[in-house]
């Protein structure tokens, strides 16, 4: 986290075989970072048109060249890219709101007991 603050990071790449939801992804959608993911397991849950790129499963050199190529030849779309990163994290993965979420419905369960 610390490394992405202090260092500009034009995208994040997962090329894992096997995953589940990435915590190195949500990491990067935290500061606005793109991702560039391989379709598997949990990376189309946090990678998606809004944010990055899903490749094959399996993708050869070229598609990942491809993918780069495509954030250094298109700098209007990597942005929004970008912003959409962002919202995304804040949508969907922010821990402090997450939180706040989670023990709002743990009261209401211990209310709604209370009552029964």
Same mark, same amino acid.
């Given at each position: 986290?610390? #490394? #992405?603050?202090?260092? +500009?990071?034009?995208?994040? @790449?997962?090329?894992?075989?096997? %995953?589940?939801?990435?915590? +190195?992804?949500? %990491?990067?959608?935290?500061? &606005?970072?793109?991702?560039? /993911?391989?379709?598997?397991?949990?990376?189309? %849950?946090?990678?998606?048109?809004?944010?990055?790129?899903?490749? +094959?499963p399996?993708?050869?050199?070229?598609?990942?060249?491809? /993918?780069?190529?495509? @954030?250094?030849?298109?700098?209007?779309? /990597?942005?929004?890219?970008?912003? &959409?990163?962002?919202?995304?994290?804040? %949508? =969907? #993965?922010? /821990?402090d709101?997450? @939180?706040?979420?989670?023990? *709002?419905?743990? =009261?209401?369960? *211990?209310?709604?007991?209370?009552?029964?």
């Amino acid at each position: 986290m610390d #490394y #992405y603050r202090s260092n +500009s990071v034009d995208v994040f @790449f997962n090329v894992s075989v096997s %995953e589940g939801t990435p915590v +190195s992804s949500m %990491e990067a959608i935290s500061c &606005g970072i793109p991702l560039v /993911a391989t379709n598997v397991g949990g990376n189309c %849950e946090i990678t998606t048109d809004g944010n990055g790129l899903l490749l +094959s499963p399996n993708p050869a050199p070229e598609e990942i060249a491809e /993918a780069i190529f495509k @954030f250094v030849d298109a700098p209007e779309w /990597a942005l929004s890219k970008r912003k &959409g990163s962002r919202a995304l994290w804040r %949508e =969907k #993965y922010n /821990a402090d709101e997450n @939180f706040r979420v989670f023990i *709002r419905r743990l =009261k209401t369960i *211990r209310k709604a007991g209370k009552t029964l």
